[in-house]
């Protein structure tokens, strides 16, 4: 029987490579949301052209909004009312400076995305997976909720928060029986650069240059395996970074 997969921000980056390479695979049925329906829903054809017999149903959802995600969850289609699988991806980065210099709304719009967003979905999505007799739920978190680097403060504070709720979910969800995962990459090449210095394509390229970054499909492979695992078995945190990539400071780029 196929599983029901709900991926946050499926529009574009890991969210969209997830729900490509999941729709590949026979046991799952993909229940996509992001901010932008239209590209949702080209998503959803570009999958069909390849795999039409995925099922797949589309929604607008800003992760910040919480009376929002309460009442698109609670309206789902019945055929769709019953979750399997979270993978709360929906997240970003805002600017790039000191904390003196920082702009209190990027602070606000990372703080609501990528903490207080993946609070009020996974809140919201567990009663629908309480009929699941194998629930997942995957974090994509970052390297930067494992060390700090110049400049990053409040988005490494909330991927510093994402980390701990993964941790603190595992604990509270144990005698549910759902299984808990973190994915923490490094470097990946998405639209992350490009939002982080909004809309300044050749500064995000600048961030990739002279080394060969991960690609969004790379962190899909990595979920495929990760919840292909058998039942008795949870991935609790996993670290992927490019093989260039040895810290969150330390890269080596080609000349």
Known sequence: MSRTVLITGASSGIGEACAKTLAGESRYRLLLCARRLQRLEQLKHEIHTS???CEIFCFELDVRDQESVQQKLNALPDEWANIDILINNAGLSQGL???EN?????WDRMIDTNVKGLLYVSKHALPLMSNSENAHIINIGSI??????PNGNVYCATKHAVDALSKA????LLEKGIRVSSIDPGMVETEFSSVRFKGDDTRAKNVYAGLTPLSGKD???IISFVLSRPTHVNINDLIVM?????SATLVKRNA
């Open 144 to 149: 930067a909720g494992k060390e700090v680097y």
């Open 219 to 221: 962190i899909a492979e």
């Open 97 to 99: 400076d000191s904390i």
């Open 51 to 53: 795999y039409p017999n």
């Open 169 to 172: 979910m595992r604990i509270d």
């Open 242 to 246: 490019p093989t260039a990539q040895a």
């Open 102 to 106: 920082g702009d209190i709304g990027d």
